[in-house]
């Protein structure tokens, strides 16, 4: 009996391939109550802003904690690089396309100082935010304890793929069992992730959170420069599963955040129904009046020295933090309002919690949105 | 042993997925009749237009009679807000396009009157119409007696999703048997469902037609904003299974009727294949002479106030309402001469009734249409 | 226990989804022998031309002779229609394209003349061709006898859909085993289908040869009007499957001819490699400086009075007979030296005849398609 | 019992269609090892440059040795037919492009000098490359002896396909298992192939490596023409399992590279990852300033007299060789540091070694590719 067997690929689905199908209950939106708990505190809407530097800066933070959500702060970024932030966006945005990429590299070459780490976190809460913050794996040693000390409520560790077993050339690597002890009782959110076995590892150490999803999002090439990369719908279902699994086994419970790709109303409530607890956004949020990002977003890769993975995209700021979450609109593509369409989404299948819209059916349907996406590009041909 | 799995998706397909295949008998076109029964009337043809205003005004009801078919007129639109509508479809059709939802959104804040509920009812029947009137659940109470007062023959309980159960704050909700009873013998039609337990629960209600689809219209973005939507063929085989299911145990037989996205005679061929007794057709009928819309047709649930889910759409008035249904036609689009269509289709596959129909053979074969999309994308382009 | 079941569909594939995959034995082109043999007739290459008015006129059915194939002329268009053809090709091809089904619905109303049937067949034996004829199933009672009378080697009956039942309120409608015993030995062709089943009942009427493929061509439309259709590969899988068993069972061997769709050398390939023993060119042919169309093409059902389902299309006049089916050629994309590409294709795989060819493999492969089409259009965009 | 069945097709898959999943381990990028053996020499990058004219030329194949990798010069081309090559070069790139393709059969059809192949081979040598050459198997017994004389490394027996197998007219055809004799030492690469037992048949003659891949190349046109043609990660999976069976069988082990269609550092990723060993690349070498083909390339088939199947592509010469293969670059979508991105990728996998990343997990996952050609589309579009 031989065990050599030909490699096997299955399916993945991404947000534009499936839809939600209302079942046999419905209910009204204002039954609905979208909440979303992370360690001891309780947020009203199951919305995290991207730890990139176009989105969250310390009066970003504090705006979304007064919006209901949770905003994360990049220690890596601009914020903790420059004392004065206002030129360093300045120069990003006046950057001619063809150079941005270079610009942003260049700019991102300046080293991080841990007095500007506490201070921003001290600018948050001073402001009346709630202080998330992220870090990479290589600098989360020495970044997590400042952090803890300025303020910090949550402490993330972040980076394209973060697993709990990193095989190194330095004598010892981040553990994160002893990182969860070192800044207790702070949270510690780590990702991205996206199988459920590396999920399941994670759990193990003891961490609060998995943030999900590699190489989906608006300003990240993951997929095109690495091949890596993996549709959200899927990923949500497979660490979902992971935490369902972990949960029964253990009785701890341990929320999934799917970060990255969500653009609209309808990415959002497919991202909760697949079974994710909250979503972390970032293009929507960069394109906010209050973001800082001045209407362009880049992404964490975006500054990589000799392997850039990701470019600088417009996006304009055409609306308020509120109208994104609350609106009211006009707007019918799904952009504004996503709470809102939110709790309209859980209304119609019956589901009055996060954990009640997990059970809904979902089904793959990618023809829908092929005819939508090819009749968006003849919409914008000329003529 | 564990309770827990990872979520699963089936596939679901729409028009542009499916084709039906010829078999091994054929017919003659004028052997088949594609008659549609709803309660104690016989329709000569399957076809009902939507309870849109763009689409029915009494006029319209009157002609669509003459036709053959069905119109339903919408309770809670123009005509039933205003005395006078000729000015506020002026306003609509003049609109424009950025402003067009937001103009409607005002259009639909004045309140609901309950003498034009009956007048307009009249008006139907005067002209020699059969009255077919809709309302949303929330109305329904309201509205149905006052329809059923005034001499409707129909009534049709209609929102993006309706359903047996509905968890509300208020005391009682609308009670769809109690309707039944309310009403008789006027038929009650419901909708929109997709699934097969939902109908099944609908029809255990008493109510006599189910309306299926969610999403799939030429003025719907449900998909995009609350990610909810399901493929028309795919929503009635699952219906049309419950209501086989119904039929076998109770020997009581409640159409099926397939609502959305249907523009072509291939579509209205597919879904009466698929399973639906009848099509309910919203764009096409706004896009002929007798329409009130002016060339413009919207979605019900375009004038939403916070999350309007549906655009203002122009399709012109390029035609008549009997060539749209009876030809003869020079188009070879599958535009006009829809019941002509229907026969030949049905005639192919050897079927004399939409009974014998329903046994066609139907397969999935999308690529012929994904070469369409981008042969018609290439002949839009300029130069 | 129910014998209710939700319908159920399988998937089918066209050429744009499948590719021919070369095994573990090649061989030389020259080894090649791609004949195809029907009734006593042996031909050099398994290749028909449409019975269609832009395609075949007499010189063209003689001009296709000597190169090898066999064209079937359409007993029920403009040749048995009007003396002069020459002005009716000028008039079609002159016509707006606005007004060009009219204008072709306008040409056929005209009668079909008895004496011009037999005097296309002499004309096509006069000039050495092969006279094989075309009829639809109601007129071939009239039709057959005087075709077989001038001289005529094969008989086709075809219309979009011809079954060996079917079902009219005439008397009696056309029996195939009666029409195969009163025209013996002229051959019979019988199409078009696409079901395992119906091939079958088709071959049990005696017939000789079965047309496979219902609305697949650049001429027809059937799809969208009638949402009738089965792509090419998988009718020519089902119906090569029924011949098989059929050939098993009795002994004889009714060769499965696959009509429609086929633009290049690759669609060839792939029919005659999914199971066919010849295709049915139409476009291609029309485009060469032999056809009578002028640079046109339209479809047998574009004339149709009340529900036209085809176009008529420009095809231009760019190529020789010779250079289509033997080159050489310059060209990359296919569609020259079709005889040579076929032969190539053949010997990549291993095969010398048409049943070995049968056997080699064929996946399913639709990518590199959808990214050609997505670059040919992106090609053709202007700047 | 009946042998008879219907023809059954499975599906493949290509670089679009899939992506590399990261899992529960994690490493180092300077960790990473992407060492590729053949026969005695080890490579320090696993990249092959294939035998086309635009791509190598001595002094290419000397760049390419020193850069890590392996350049194959093609015996047959414009170096082995012509003395001064520079005149030819320029004569195809100053083509039109409409009579390119029979500027290129022009230059083709002067003979092959034996002198001359011994001279190229001297040529690489001279300038410090490891010289690897290629003929069709027309050609072999003819130029392998002439090549090992002369001082080759490697020799590659390469046609669109290639097997172990081919019957002919001529009394003796090529037997690969006597070219290995007559040549040993020099390693014997043979291809192209892409199926599981046609690799293992190929296996069985004593070959060293094989080439995996018909039709996906950029220059390629086969699937058009002929039909032919297999996504290359399900070529590449196939293949790769008949390495495996063989090697687990015999011990021995016959490396796999993947060749065709390979533009990004995901596509190499995905190749490596599916099993390949190495890869050969055509296009992104020809568009480097050390290729000799002018920013202009073309395919080994694009010649044929009688049935060409490719096309000259315009790929400029934006980069070094150094720059494609290690960057550094502000490039994002792939195209340049083709080393590192292959490095991070198989770090992010936990893989040190390619026969590591062979056990990483892949899925199918085409909708996001979908989106970003249809995204890439519309970005083309003017306006």
């Given at each position: 009996?031989?065990?050599?067997?030909?490699?096997?690929?299955?399916?993945?689905?991404?947000?534009?391939?499936?839809?939600?199908?209302?079942?046999?209950?419905?209910?009204?939106?204002?039954?609905?109550?979208?909440?979303?708990?992370?360690?001891?505190?309780?947020?009203?809407?199951?919305?995290?802003?991207?730890?990139?530097?176009?989105?969250?800066?310390?009066?970003?933070?504090?705006?979304?904690?007064?919006?209901?959500?949770?905003?994360?702060?990049?220690?890596?970024?601009?914020?903790?690089?420059?004392?004065?932030?206002?030129?360093?966006?300045?120069?990003?945005?006046?950057?001619?396309?063809?150079?941005?990429?270079?610009?942003?590299?260049?700019?991102?070459?300046?080293?991080?100082?841990?007095?500007?780490?506490?201070?921003?976190?001290?600018?948050?809460?001073?402001?009346?935010?709630?202080?998330?913050?992220?870090?990479?794996?290589?600098?989360?040693?020495?970044?997590?304890?400042?952090?803890?000390?300025?303020?910090?409520?949550?402490?993330?560790?972040?980076?394209?793929?973060?697993?709990?077993?990193?095989?190194?050339?330095?004598?010892?690597?981040?553990?994160?069992?002893?990182?969860?002890?070192?800044?207790?009782?702070?949270?510690?959110?780590?990702?991205?992730?996206?199988?459920?076995?590396?999920?399941?590892?994670?759990?193990?150490?003891?961490?609060?959170?998995?943030?999900?999803?590699?190489?989906?999002?608006?300003?990240?090439?993951?997929?095109?420069?690495?091949?890596?990369?993996?549709?959200?719908?899927?990923?949500?279902?497979?660490?979902?599963?992971?935490?369902?699994?972990?949960?029964?086994?253990?009785?701890?419970?341990?929320?999934?955040?799917?970060?990255?790709?969500?653009r609209t109303g309808g990415d959002l409530?497919?991202?909760?129904?697949?079974?994710?607890?909250?979503?972390?956004?970032?293009s929507p949020?960069?394109a906010t009046k209050?973001?800082?990002?001045?209407?362009?977003?880049?992404?964490?890769?975006?500054?990589?020295?000799?392997?850039?993975?990701?470019?600088?995209?417009?996006v304009g700021q055409p609306r308020t933090l509120d109208t994104l979450l609350y609106g009211p609109t006009s707007r019918t593509d799904g952009t504004e309002n996503l709470v809102g369409a939110l709790?309209t989404?859980?209304?119609?299948?019956?589901?009055?919690?996060?954990?009640?819209?997990?059970?809904?059916?979902?089904?793959?349907?990618?023809?829908?949105?092929?005819?939508g996406?090819?009749?968006q590009?003849?919409q914008?041909?000329?003529?």
């Amino acid at each position: 009996m031989t065990a050599v067997e030909r490699k096997s690929l299955e399916r993945a689905w991404g947000f534009d391939d499936v839809a939600i199908v209302p079942g046999a209950v419905t209910t009204n939106p204002d039954l609905v109550e979208p909440t979303f708990k992370l360690g001891d505190h309780s947020f009203r809407v199951p919305i995290l802003a991207s730890a990139m530097d176009a989105v969250v800066d310390p009066s970003f933070a504090a705006a979304l904690t007064k919006a209901g959500g949770l905003a994360v702060l990049n220690l890596e970024g601009v914020q903790t690089r420059y004392e004065d932030t206002e030129g360093i966006y300045e120069e990003i945005a006046a950057a001619n396309l063809d150079h941005s990429t270079e610009i942003i590299q260049h700019v991102y070459s300046q080293p991080i100082r841990d007095d500007l780490v506490g201070r921003r976190i001290e600018e948050i809460i001073e402001l009346g935010g709630v202080a998330a913050v992220s870090a990479t794996p290589q600098n989360t040693k020495r970044l997590a304890p400042v952090a803890k000390e300025a303020g910090a409520s949550f402490f993330a560790v972040q980076s394209t793929v973060t697993t709990a077993r990193h095989v190194s050339r330095s004598l010892r690597g981040l553990r994160l069992d002893e990182l969860v002890e070192q800044i207790d009782p702070v949270p510690v959110l780590v990702g991205n992730t996206v199988d459920t076995g590396a999920a399941l590892e994670l759990m193990e150490t003891g961490i609060h959170a998995i943030l999900v999803g590699v190489g989906p999002g608006a300003a990240c090439t993951s997929r095109e420069v690495l091949g890596i990369g993996i549709p959200q719908v899927s990923a949500t279902l497979d660490t979902a599963y992971a935490r369902d699994l972990y949960h029964e086994r253990t009785g701890r419970y341990v929320p999934i955040i799917t970060d990255g790709g969500i653009r609209t109303g309808g990415d959002l409530s497919k991202s909760i129904c697949a079974g994710a607890d909250a979503v972390m956004i970032g293009s929507p949020f960069a394109a906010t009046k209050e973001a800082p990002g001045r209407g362009y977003h880049w992404g964490m890769a975006t500054p990589h020295a000799e392997l850039p993975r990701g470019v600088r995209v417009h996006v304009g700021q055409p609306r308020t933090l509120d109208t994104l979450l609350y609106g009211p609109t006009s707007r019918t593509d799904g952009t504004e309002n996503l709470v809102g369409a939110l709790r309209t989404s859980m209304a119609t299948c019956g589901a009055q919690s996060i954990a009640e819209f997990h059970a809904a059916r979902m089904v793959i349907a990618p023809s829908i949105k092929t005819e939508g996406k090819i009749y968006q590009l003849a919409q914008q041909m000329p003529g």
